[in-house]
């Protein structure tokens, strides 16, 4: 069984169009992330959410907004899609917000904007 | 705020030789370090983690890394390197200013020689 399972896992749109990318963990977990990996593999945070309640918001443009239907569920939709959104974009879970939590990571999504 | 560098972003070893991956950190307080490792393609997994506890730290496929305080480092070793180590290897800090958020390095790329 996937622990952390995105989808899709490859994305390739036009600039301009709006698209969503699906999360979802098994473990138990109560929170949950998403970050960017850019071309040159640097990673940075997005968003995290606990609870459902979201408890980080990094310095992203608004056109991406996380959604949590549940604590099992974070979904990543972004809108007006521009060519610098091309990354490859993980989601990760951990069993709770303590620092000391492991992180557990999905395959990623590579989405890739022309 | 924490950060951690990482010095060289691409190492080489020959198989049987010793690897050494070096992680500084920058933290005003004692840091929670992580390695973790990403195979071609997928996902990041965690190597190994220090929690403030004993400071040599033992992690999966016979990866070990060191907290030196006096050196704010957390170096990741292994003694004999095999073909199945290449990959993308990135130590973390977690944010213990408020969630579990981590920052990664910039990631250092492992080739190993048969």
């Known amino acids: 069984d996937t622990a952390v399972s995105q989808t899709p896992k490859y994305l390739v749109t036009q600039m301009g169009n709006d698209k969503s990318i699906k999360c979802e963990q098994n473990l138990g977990h109560d929170t949950m992330y998403w970050y960017k990996q850019d071309s040159k593999k640097f990673l940075k945070i997005m968003f995290s959410y606990n609870n459902k309640e979201l408890i980080i918001n990094e310095t992203v443009p608004n056109r991406f907004s996380p959604k949590s239907p549940d604590k099992a569920h974070l979904n990543l939709h972004i809108n007006s899609l521009e060519l610098g959104d091309s990354a490859v974009y993980f989601c990760?879970?951990?069993?709770?917000?303590?620092?000391?939590?492991?992180?557990?990571f999905g395959p990623g999504t590579r989405l890739t904007v022309l | 705020a924490q950060s951690v560098t990482q010095l060289g972003s691409h190492v080489s070893v020959s198989e049987g030789a010793l690897v050494l991956l070096r992680c500084n950190y920058s933290s005003s307080v004692p840091p929670y370090l992580f390695w973790y490792v990403q195979y071609p393609n997928q996902g990041l997994q965690l190597l190994l983690k220090y929690t403030s506890a004993a400071t040599l730290v033992k992690g999966i496929n016979g990866f070990e890394a060191e907290f030196k305080k006096s050196e704010t480092s957390f170096h990741l070793t292994k003694p004999s390197a095999h073909m199945s180590d290449a990959a993308e290897y990135f130590c973390?800090?977690?944010?213990?200013?408020?969630?579990?958020?981590?920052?990664f390095g910039t990631g250092t790329r492992l080739t190993v020689i048969p």
């Open positions: 973390a800090v977690s944010d213990v200013t408020g969630a579990n958020n981590l920052f």
């Open positions: 990760a879970s951990s069993r709770s917000r303590l620092w000391a939590d492991t992180q557990y």
